[in-house]
């Protein structure tokens, strides 16, 4: 390890480890070295807080003059509140930066690195640049396309079901993969369901895990057929949002809203319209998004190219069915060279179950 | 490792190494040690030949007197050519014996230690033991039952499935997960599929490894609707066997026997009887059957708790398809907690794929 | 992993990255957490400067109101420019606080907790205990004996030997392991070595990586022998400290303190007293020192249960020789019952060679 | 794995099985196949018996015919009671041949397969070619050079010594450590050590494992002051042979020889000349030596190019002294770039001690 990659590490692994606490912005870390010694370390707390710069540029003091800055983003050239984070470095007398990667907004890349070149500072980019796109890989998206990151969670048989042919689906995995998912859900801002499992299940939709936090819950129901006595609707544990189809029932809706529910029309005439929930939630600032089903929801998604990330935890049993649903259901492919391959895949026991994690390539179509 | 394990670790060795080639015998492995020498080694290679002990006898000769035997199996009381291979080796003038594991069959389970006791010779039973009951899964179902070890083998994409919607399957399994499965074909003494896989694939059902043996091909086909211009009936690379239901269609059949193909008529009304394909399997001496589907295929013989061994090639891919057929079709069962565990679960990559190798535990039903 | 383990790694992480930076003070790492987020990170960077508390309660601000503060080390009751710790802490409104070890030192273990618990903070001790304490072996002699902690450092071929009959010792290590010798000496604030090195070897005894800082370099020389004209007395690339025995020459030393170098008198008549020679290096605060030899040098240490930790670097090459020295000399032990044993051994493959980390075990004595 | 490796790797697992029991001669496996069957294994089992050709044919029988043979050194042409395997080869009417490596003898290398080739049958060579030359080390050197091949075992501390200043030397290393010596020295035909070893320690120098085998004592005593006493010449356990110089004692000569040990005068005058050792045990066929030192004895071997293989074992132990031995004295080096490299070193854990295996490279000199 060089001692460039020494220092980044530090930032990166200051960065990661406030994992859910800085959406809808970006995980940074920071690191200042003086004179061979680290004189600032700085990470991004949340969202409005200052940037992970400025907390290493305030610990450094007068000894960040001179000094080299390590961050895992480039520096902003406009935002947050303390300015932008590229002018604090020059007015702090750094001499030299160490950046892990541009800016992902196409529109603004390579703006911080021009503020801190046109001010003598000399740049470095690209040092671990792959693990820092990595630990981004949800703001990343949502910072170019306004829309949230999508994963895709399914517990399934070796069969790929999610059920038996009558419905029963408690418990397809072990209690060890089960609090993996809520490990899951307080990494998310938002969890989403179709109603239909809402009316099988009537889950909670929430993070069991101890100060978990709980995601948004979102529900799709096309013509707000939710039942008001449903978990989701009255426990108040956490805000539930319904995306609906165009005509919808204004009955319903006004029964909802009293109960706090938001409900939100998309334009679509008998189907939720997707794009249209990845806009709204995009412009409410839910920037990561875990699809938990069931088999329609995810292949609307799928088949829509809208899936992020994928997270399958598989009970190695089987359990058959012609008429028992699976995790992906929908039509489907045409032709096994359309299938959507799944890259840089991972597998990872947990209990008894295996999870498989891995990015959809919708290329192979 | 003991110098009784160093010993029964190459008789098992040379035992293993004969794996698809003494069908329906077990492996069996013998040493002879004299004086904390080897004096002799054996093998059984083929049904009808000698047994491992006699071949290690042989080797040894004179040298066998006084010397210690180590077998992977208890030695017969009855059976073989060459008179039971426990008189032989009180004969040699063997003075102890170890072995791995008794007789399968509880009928003349012991008869042969008896022998070697009522000798005079030192008796181990045990050593290894484990081992040795793996490496022969199949003889020992066999012996015991006189009906076929079965195998269940799919190869099915993540979200279970074995076909898109449209029934396109090829290719589901990367090249190197398709040739480990003609290794698995080497391995069996038969191959099953249902008629529809027959009608809808016209697959060879050979295996295409260089000097591979190709199994019986055995069709389920209850109204002997089989197309007459299939591979498996016109190729002639192996032989074809269908198990058809009681009442069939005599002149299809005579057409079938025409070109070879041997008919078996089972006692099922309208569907074949899968009790009487077992046993009538067992009674032509198959005792490894490789059930490849489709679907329904592996629910019947899954449901009716016949399947002794699974292996599932899975591809990390998604097709998708609610009308996509899975490798687990059927009824399935009602709830989860009658969900067939596999136990012994062992994953292996295979190319891009993943082997997923158990054994059913029925008794979570 | 549980939340307390996941933060009070943050702060080892962060403490850990600041190794030889903060002599003669240990390394420290904290952080704040509130409402289940990080609000606060520190760490300790150099002596005189604020402690790693202070660095979090102030990158926390307000938010440290009411939360838990995670210190790798007891925060102090009393020193300190930034005054003590703990009260900063209970002033900043801390609710509990998890910390992973008591001071070592005797005289205040305790002290810092007592101050919290009397404000009515709840305090939790002993999270990661072990990793705190070995991360900080050298301070926590340093702090309880005001002696410094000794490292014996040797790089030898596989026959023990440190140079040939002939003297020759270039070289015995590979390029590779060379360099760990200099990343060892960066970590260490003093260099050790017996006047004898100076004379056969006339080495820099500096550290040779980037930025890399040198340490102080104590040689020991009973009868102020040193050549005038030897590196460590000429080149000025670092502090260079004799010691001697009680009557040494007079003449000499001022030869030597005109160009720079300390010669400190020992009570030893006529060798160096090697006690003095740690109680004088603790009262200049120097807190570590790597031993490098030679083979009389290192077994004095040894024999006098001196050394704390052993570092040796073997090389797979043999080179014999009665007469050449090996790096453990003196009298040795007499019997082998007598041998010390090294405790917690670590071996690790370094370049073409294998370095042996472990720590000596004097109770086998 | 290819089917030649699968088949040839057979043929080596039944080959190294045999380690101990075939000196002088070489371990050989080999495996006769046809029609994709195995037909026949054999190993050779002990000097005087046939080859291991001629078993795997015995096995075959008729089946050998038309088939393929695998053997793990080239068949040979001349020697054994048997005939040369070669021939044999031929007359079984064996159609393809494949063979691991040629003889290492150079006069006889190739003429095995010229046989075979001349008869029609088609040969390849070199399949694992590197297992069965690794396997068969010590009967490589053998067969060429008629010599032994050399081990030189030493059990010592981390700083290289074999006994402490006063001589104790019980113990350096664990029981599991002496275990595996006792394990070395069952595969070695004979064990050697200077007399001072034996006026020292009084071994008795014998392989105390069950069912070991004792390597005959080799005793290297320039003027024969061997103890008459010495458990190596009074409990008959082993044979003792003992080399001596040119003028040695006459009486004490006939002493030795009267008590059944066998004296062997060298060309050495002052010194047992090292090169007459060797030689008169390659004589006397004896094709191994496990050196166990001390130190000078192992020094001489080294410096004189003889040593082919190093085995130390060594304890995580320090214990110092100028005088203490260590395992390599001698005059050693002048010049670390002299130094002896070991090559293919591998370091294996054994109990609490580390034992290094290595083949000296003296192109480094
Ligand atoms: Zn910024
Ligand atoms: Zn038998
Ligand atoms: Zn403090
Ligand atoms: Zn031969």
Redesign the interface.
């Known amino acids: 390890m060089t ?1 460039h990659e ?1 220092y980044m590490n ?1 930032a990166l ?2 960065a990661r ?2 994992k859910g ?1 800085t959406d809808p912005n970006p995980l940074v870390g920071s690191v200042i070295v003086n004179d ?4 600032g ?3 991004h ?2 969202a409005g807080e200052p940037h992970a710069e400025i ?1 290493a540029l ?2 450094a003091g007068d000894k960040a003059k001179g000094g080299t800055i390590y961050v895992t983003l480039e520096p902003c050239s406009h935002h947050g509140r303390t300015g932008p984070c590229a002018v604090a470095i020059v007015e702090a007398g750094i001499r030299k930066a160490v950046v892990a990667t541009l800016d992902p907004n196409p529109v603004v890349a390579g703006n911080g690195v021009r503020i801190l070149e046109e001010a003598g500072i000399e740049v470095t980019v690209g040092v671990m640049e792959e693990e820092s796109r990595k630990m981004n890989e949800v703001f990343n998206k949502f910072i170019v396309t306004q829309k949230p990151f999508i994963t895709m969670k399914a517990g ?6 999610i ?4 419905a ?5 995995t072990s209690a060890e993969a089960r609090k993996d998912v809520h490990r899951l859900r307080n990494e998310h801002m938002a969890i989403l369901v179709g109603v239909n499992t809402v009316i099988e299940d009537d889950p909670e939709l929430t993070t069991r895990i ?4 709980n995601p948004i819950r979102v529900i799709l129901d096309s013509s707000l057929r939710i039942p008001l006595e449903s978990q989701v609707v009255t426990d108040g544990q956490a805000e539930t949002w319904i995306f609906t189809a165009k005509q919808y029932n204004h009955d319903a809706r006004k029964e909802l809203e009293e109960r706090g529910i938001t409900v939100f029309p998309t334009s679509g005439t008998e189907r939720v319209d997707l794009e249209d929930v990845l806009r709204m939630l995009g412009e409410q600032l839910v920037s990561s998004v875990l699809v938990e089903g069931g ?2 929801i ?2 609307a998604f ?2 829509n190219g809208l899936v992020d990330k ?1 997270e ?1 935890y598989m ?22 060279r ?5 890259d840089d ?1 991972e ?1 990872t026991k947990i209990g008894k179950d ?1 999870r ?1 994690t ?1 990015y ?1 390539n919708y290329n192979t179509k």
């Open positions: 001692s020494f530090l692994e200051n480890a406030m606490q061979n010694r680290v004189v370390i700085g990470t707390l949340k907390h305030r610990m399934s048989t070796l069969d790929g079901k059920a038996t042919h009558t029963d689906s408690k418990w397809i101890p100060n978990g936090r088999g329609s995810h292949a799928l088949e994928v399958v009970a190695p049993k089987l359990i058959g069915g012609a008429q028992a649903p699976t995790f992906l259901e929908g039509t489907g492919v045409g032709l096994m359309d299938a959507v391959e799944l895949l597998i295996y498989f891995g959809p």
